[in-house]
């Protein structure tokens, strides 16, 4: 799975918990811009974990600023 | 003491206070940057302490202010210069004004000559008495279980029953409102936890068909039957059914439910009637009924399994017998004396009713506290501490209890208050939301 592929898992999961629409959210998308607050983007990093069959540590996520932090966190735990 | 200069801006005086009582903030990043030595164990708690003595000092952290009096509407708290001030008190969850009531009192002096005033040991060892034992069993038959479990606190019976109920291959899912103490049993559990936005079931039903999907361990839902911070209840009648379908278990903790919700005031489950749906229903006796200590009803097996796998009962020491008694008059306060909660109730749509005339927007009230939402994050220390100096004990919520822009005053009732002190109350804050352009 590359960068652009966990994106696009990102978005689908962040439409389906927040009930929005991110498709126009970029690796350069600011995490603040998006409007998620800390405990539902604790909810989207859970299913993303379940739908990618991963364990993210809690502290991976540390200050992630960017969508492309939290992408880079995601891909550093996909095996292989 | 380090450096470090305290804000002179009050906002940002009581932000930081509030942000200092974040251990991982406090030791992870204001300590390094305030050259607070590391290597010397206690140089951090030397730091926070002289911060908090100069926070209080300013007259604008009014949390934890030692109360002088009985526990009541009204009470004298003391300040920093010794000076005692009348309070109408809106911070206590003593909804219903047990902690003060003399049946209760009497039903203690009653005991503690027979039975001293500590357990002595934990209950599996010998801090277990027939006092105990007659409040488990009034809580399992009251509450319509098989068996009932007493802990030496409410976190205690929650988190402790979590954590001891699951494990490494099990799934505990909670809703995103969750008390600190079923954060803290799920995580402690070592389980999988998982949260959902708060009392949705959509998100609860995603949750359950992903942990269902992976087909590892068991699956527990905990959710609280009221919810103090939100104003709302758990919708029980719609994730008993889920929870179900998706073989799971469901707890439910009571805490701030007991004395305001069911006929009886059991809570939320029985407001329900899904007595005979929930697995586990568990709470604390530290609110409406007026004392401290917890407990768990259900499942006989489950209870005996509890009894010798939950921590916080094997190494700590039961709570006091004399308590369990005060507790167990409470209860038959409680059920027998509906207009208790009828005036709490009075009370709660008095005083909620009276904000909105006042203009302000308030949501149906389905909890004892009356939430007052402000939304200036800006304005909450200063009209806090007007609060204050108008006798009225109210505890701003703000960042991070709740997210930017969505401060408010949790305003906890009670039966005792009056008519009187609820209207002075509305005075005040008709003065204040003006002050503060709110209205």
């Given at each position: 799975m590359n960068a652009e592929e966990v994106l696009e898992v990102f978005r689908k999961t962040l439409a389906e918990v927040e009930e929005r629409d991110f498709s126009q959210i970029t690796g350069a998308s600011s995490l603040a811009d998006?409007?998620?607050?800390?405990?539902?983007?604790?909810?989207?990093?859970?299913?993303?974990e379940d739908d990618l069959d991963i364990v993210i540590p809690d502290d991976a996520f540390t200050g992630a600023e960017r969508v492309s932090d939290v992408v880079a966190a995601i891909l550093a735990h996909l095996p292989g | 003491m380090s450096d470090f200069e305290l804000p002179t801006n009050r906002a940002e005086l009581f932000s930081l206070g509030l942000k200092l009582l974040d251990k991982d903030y406090f030791i992870g990043q204001f300590c390094p940057e305030n050259g607070v030595d590391p290597t010397d164990l206690f140089a951090k708690a030397e730091v926070f302490g002289g911060l908090m003595s100069e926070l209080r000092a300013s007259g604008r952290f009014l949390f934890g202010m030692p109360v002088v009096s009985k526990p009541g509407p009204k009470v004298l708290i003391e300040e920093p210069d010794g000076n005692q001030r009348e309070m109408i008190m809106f911070a206590s969850n003593d909804y219903l004004g047990l902690s003060a009531h003399p049946e209760v009192h009497a039903a203690i002096r009653e005991v503690v000559e027979n039975y001293g005033v500590g357990a002595g040991s934990s209950r599996v060892n010998v801090g277990y008495s027939g006092i105990h034992r007659s409040l488990e069993a009034k809580l399992a038959k009251h509450w319509g279980q098989e068996a009932g479990l007493l802990y030496p606190t409410g976190y205690d019976a929650i988190s402790s029953t979590i954590?001891?109920?699951?494990?490494?291959?099990?799934?505990?899912?909670?809703?995103?409102?969750?008390?600190?103490?079923?954060?803290?049993?799920?995580?402690?559990?070592?389980a999988t936890v998982r949260m959902f936005r708060h009392n949705d079931a959509k998100?609860?039903?995603?949750?359950?068909?992903?942990?269902?999907?992976?087909?590892?361990?068991?699956?527990?839902?905990?959710?609280?039957?009221?919810?103090?911070?939100?104003?709302?209840?758990?919708p029980l009648d719609t994730f008993v059914p889920l929870v179900k379908k998706y073989g799971a278990r469901l707890m439910v903790d009571e805490a701030h439910a007991i004395?305001?919700?069911?006929?009886?005031?059991?809570?939320?489950?029985?407001?329900?009637?899904?007595e005979d749906e929930v697995d586990l229903i568990g709470g604390t006796f530290s609110k409406s009924l007026g004392a401290t200590g917890g407990f768990v009803v259900g499942d006989a097996a489950v209870l005996s399994y509890l009894?010798?796998?939950s921590t916080r009962i094997v190494?700590?020491?039961?709570?006091?017998?004399?308590?369990?008694?005060?507790?167990?008059?409470?209860?038959?306060?409680?059920?027998?004396?509906?207009?208790?909660?009828?005036?709490?109730?009075?009370?709660?749509?008095?005083?909620?009713?009276?904000?909105?005339?006042l203009g302000l927007e308030l949501p149906e009230v389905e909890v004892g506290a009356v939430p007052v939402r402000i939304h200036k994050d800006?304005?909450?220390?200063?009209?806090?501490?007007?609060?204050?100096?108008?006798?009225?004990?109210?505890?701003?919520?703000?960042?991070?209890?709740?997210?930017?822009?969505?401060?408010?005053?949790?305003?906890a009732m009670q039966s005792g208050h009056t008519t009187e002190q609820l209207d002075y109350a509305l005075s005040v804050f008709e003065r204040l939301l003006k002050k503060y352009e709110i209205l």
């Open positions: 998006l409007e998620v607050d800390s405990v539902a983007m604790m909810e989207v990093i859970g299913c993303i | 954590a001891a109920l699951c494990g490494p291959n099990d799934r505990v899912i909670i809703d995103a409102s969750s008390h600190s103490c079923i954060i803290d049993g799920a995580r402690r559990s070592g998100r609860l039903e995603a949750q359950l068909k992903r942990a269902s999907d992976k087909g590892e361990g068991a699956i527990l839902v905990v959710v609280e039957g009221a919810y103090s911070m939100d104003g709302d209840i758990a004395g305001v919700l069911g006929a009886r005031g059991h809570g939320a489950v029985e407001h329900f009637g899904l009894n010798y796998l190494f700590s020491a039961a709570f006091p017998p004399i308590l369990a008694h005060g507790v167990s008059k409470a209860i038959d306060l409680m059920e027998a004396d509906g207009g208790l909660r009828e005036r709490l109730w009075e009370n709660i749509r008095y005083f909620s009713d009276g904000f909105r005339k800006g304005v909450m220390v200063d009209f806090a501490a007007d609060l204050y100096e108008a006798g009225i004990y109210a505890i701003p919520i703000v960042y991070p209890s709740v997210p930017h822009g969505r401060s408010m005053f949790r305003l």
